[in-house]
């Protein structure tokens, strides 16, 4: 009856020891006793899986290595390219330094002219129109020397900004400037070590590649895969009872009760897509079109190419045929420069 105490039940049924009175677990008629019980559990497992039969893993690997040869390919051909820029870069300062020199030559020379026909015209010697000419050719010379500065000044800014200087240095060509030998190789030769070993050629290769590869692993998919499968776990478990109160009988402790066990499983899995919709199909067709657009675009690059190096080999001809024209116009000019100093010293 409710009237009852635990004590007194388990007495009535015959349990003796701590659950009689005065017992550890007795609780007379009217009192209330409490048990304070926490629960602690920790659950690991591990799973390993390794395809025995596994038509894509190839391809996959091979795609994988093809896309490392295209990244190294890209990078060793934006070295290329910087240090292209850097030379051309060094060598447009060295440029803009001789047109300095050049403008500040001709402004000084027109000076010394204008001032001649100043003192001619005070003369009466010369017209007011010659003059006005030889100021017009003054101030041409002025407007091309200050051109020539500014150039330099940009030219060197575009080096700094491609060495990262700090905005505070400001470089210059210092190495004097010298005919370079011309080129040992006729055009063709040229442009067959032009194509051979080219990183930007063979980074386009090595996407092609890479895309092939990728589509032979697509299509792969669609193939039976075996895998070996072993999984492992195991759990632990603490129960701890503790502080029996109320208004009975005092405080007994329980000890902790410890669980734990594991489990392990081995087996065999055997994976085969049957069907997909068509979006494994489509999926290589489209990295057939990128393929075949990678094709196109080698052919683009060697077309390229073969336009830059015959652009640079026709003009490094033009250029070394205007400086022998150039070198007989000074000859000739200096010859005629002293025939005109000795005519007028005799």
């Known amino acids: 009856s409710p009237s009852r105490g635990l004590g007194d039940v388990y007495k009535r049924q015959g349990f003796g020891g701590p659950f009689a009175p005065g017992g550890a677990f007795y609780v007379p008629t009217g009192a209330t006793a409490y048990l304070n019980q926490g629960n602690r559990s920790l659950g690991a497992g591990l799973e390993l899986r390794y395809a025995l039969l596994d038509f894509a893993r190839t391809p996959a690997v091979q795609a994988a290595r093809a896309r490392l040869q295209e990244a190294r390919s890209r990078y060793a ?39 001649d026909v100043l003192a001619l015209k005070q003369a009466g010697l010369v017209p007011r129109l010659d003059l006005l000419r030889r100021q017009a050719i003054e101030a041409e010379s002025q407007e091309l020397f200050t051109q020539a500065l500014a150039d330099r000044a940009v030219a060197r800014r575009r080096l700094a900004t491609l060495l990262n200087l700090a905005p505070a240095i400001t470089p210059s060509a210092s190495d004097p400037v010298r005919l370079q030998p011309a080129w040992p190789l006729d055009l063709e030769t040229s442009l067959l070590a032009a194509y051979q070993g080219n990183p930007e050629l063979e980074a386009v290769l090595a996407t092609r590649e890479a895309l092939a590869r990728e589509k032979d692993s697509v299509v792969a998919q669609l193939l039976p895969k075996l895998s070996l499968l072993g999984r492992a776990g195991g759990l632990a478990q603490q129960t701890s009872q503790w502080s029996i109160s109320g208004d009975c009988c005092g405080t007994t402790v329980i000890p902790i009760l410890n669980n734990g066990g594991y489990d392990w499983a081995v087996g065999l899995t055997f994976r085969w897509l049957l069907f997909d919709a068509g979006s494994t199909a489509a999926e290589v067709r489209s990295l057939a079109r990128q393929e075949e657009g990678q094709a196109q675009r080698y052919a683009a690059q060697r077309n390229d190419i073969r336009l830059r190096l015959e652009q640079a080999f026709f003009e490094h001809e033009a250029s070394l045929a205007k400086l022998a024209s150039a070198r007989r116009g000074v000859a000739a000019s200096l010859e005629g420069f002293l025939a005109v100093s000795y005519t007028h010293l005799t």
Do not use: F
């Not at 047109?99 to 500040?104: A, W």
């Open 77 to 115: 051909n934006g070295l290329r390219r910087l240090q292209l820029a850097v030379s051309e870069g060094y060598y447009n300062l060295q440029r803009n330094d001789q047109l300095v020199r050049i403008r500040e030559a001709d402004l000084a020379n027109d000076l010394v002219i204008l001032q």
